[in-house]
Each structure stands twice: as structure tokens, then as C-alpha cells.
Nanobody, 117 residues
Framework: QVQLVESGGGLVQAGGSLRLSCAAS????????MGWYRQAPGKQRELVAG???????NYADSVKGRFTISRDNAENTVYLQMNSLKPEDTAVYHC???????????WGKGTLVTVSS
């Protein structure tokens, strides 16, 4: 059974940093596409950062230069390093993995990031 567990969210002042982690069981991140999404109050869910099985990364324009997605295949964990946080980054952040062999998406329950001004 595939499970994704996010951690690392919290309350931080503008300009601060957080690192989110997504630990997986039942699936190998290194062989599958994965990404971080967020949903802020009153807004649609959006892709923040993604990484392909080949290592290609992409970012939302709003976070380029501030956020970095990375993988640790040995630990089967993906990370989102968030620097220079802004109040508009406040959202629930979810980890998602798409199993390449089935096309099935798996989602974590999310971790809340709150950035105060």
C-alpha cells in the first residue's frame, strides 16, 4: 500500500526558510514522477515544483529562485527547500507521486505552511 507522509511545515516569518519532507512507503520515488503542490485559502491547487524520473525539475514562476525540489533515493524521500518565504506562500503543501507504470497518482495528507508578515 502506497503511503506518502509530509512533514516540516510550520509557522515562519517572512524571509525565513523551511524544508518540507515527503517520505514514501510502497513506492520508489526515484523511478516515478513526483511533485509538490499547494493550496492556499480561497485559491486553486497549484503545482509548486516537480521532478521527473530522469531528474528534470520544474517550478512555478512564483517560486523560482526561492524553492528547490530534491530527492534522496536511498531514503526514498523528496524534499522542498523553501527560502525567502513570503506571506503568499501560506498554504497546505501536498506531496504527489505518479506511478509511471500505472499512471496512478498518490497524495500525501499535506503539511501546513504559514508565513507571517
Amino acid at each position: 500500500q502506497v503511503q506518502l507522509v509530509e512533514s516540516g511545515g510550520g509557522l515562519v516569518q517572512a524571509g525565513g526558510s523551511l524544508r518540507l519532507s515527503c517520505a514514501a512507503s510502497g513506492i520508489t520515488f526515484g523511478a516515478n514522477a513526483m511533485g509538490w503542490y499547494r493550496q492556499a485559502p480561497g485559491k486553486q491547487r497549484e503545482l509548486v515544483a516537480g521532478v521527473s524520473p530522469g531528474g528534470t525539475t520544474n517550478y512555478a514562476d512564483s517560486v523560482k529562485g526561492r524553492f528547490t525540489i530534491s530527492r534522496d533515493n536511498a531514503e526514498n524521500t523528496v524534499y522542498l527547500q523553501m527560502n525567502s518565504l513570503k506571506p503568499e506562500d501560506t498554504a497546505v503543501y501536498h506531496c504527489k507521486v505518479r506511478a509511471v507504470y500505472t499512471g496512478v497518482d498518490y497524495w500525501g495528507k499535506g503539511t501546513l505552511v504559514t508565513v507571517s508578515s
